[in-house]
C-alpha cells in the first residue's frame, strides 16, 4: 500500500512538474510575441510621425487625448527610434485603465 502511495505522489509530483514547464514555455512565447508586437507597433508609430528630413536625435510630439506623446529620432534618423509618453493626462490614464 504504500508503494502505491509513492508511486502515485511520485505521478502527481511528475504531472505537475511537466505541466508547470509548458505553463513557462507558453509564458515566454506569450512574451515573446508581446515583445514582437510592441516593437512593430513603435516603429509604425515612429515612421508615422517623423518627418522625411528628421534630423539624428530630433524629438517630435504629437497630442493624443491629453497626453504628449513624443519620438526620438536615432542616430540614422529613422531607424529604432524611441518613443514615449511626455506628458501623460488625466484622460489618457483613465483610457487606458479600462
Same mark, same amino acid.
Given at each position: 500500500m504504500a508503494e502505491d502511495q /509513492?508511486?502515485?505522489? +511520485?505521478?502527481? $509530483?511528475? @504531472?505537475?512538474?511537466?505541466?508547470?514547464?509548458? +505553463? $513557462? @514555455?507558453? &509564458? *515566454?512565447?506569450?512574451?515573446?510575441? /508581446?515583445?514582437?508586437?510592441? &516593437?512593430?507597433?513603435?516603429? &509604425? $508609430?515612429? *515612421?508615422?510621425? $517623423?518627418p522625411e528630413d528628421v534630423k539624428p536625435g530630433e524629438k517630435i510630439c504629437v497630442w493624443h487625448i491629453d497626453s504628449l506623446i513624443q519620438v526620438e529620432a536615432s542616430a540614422d534618423g529613422r531607424h529604432d527610434a524611441v518613443v514615449t509618453i511626455r506628458k501623460r493626462g488625466r484622460e489618457y490614464a483613465l483610457r487606458r485603465a479600462c
Open positions: /509513492a508511486s502515485m505522489e +511520485g505521478a502527481r $509530483l511528475i @504531472e505537475r512538474w511537466e505541466q508547470s514547464k509548458k +505553463g $513557462l @514555455e507558453r &509564458a *515566454k512565447s506569450a512574451v515573446n510575441s /508581446a515583445e514582437c508586437e510592441l &516593437a512593430n507597433a513603435t516603429n &509604425a $508609430l515612429a *515612421k508615422w510621425m $517623423l
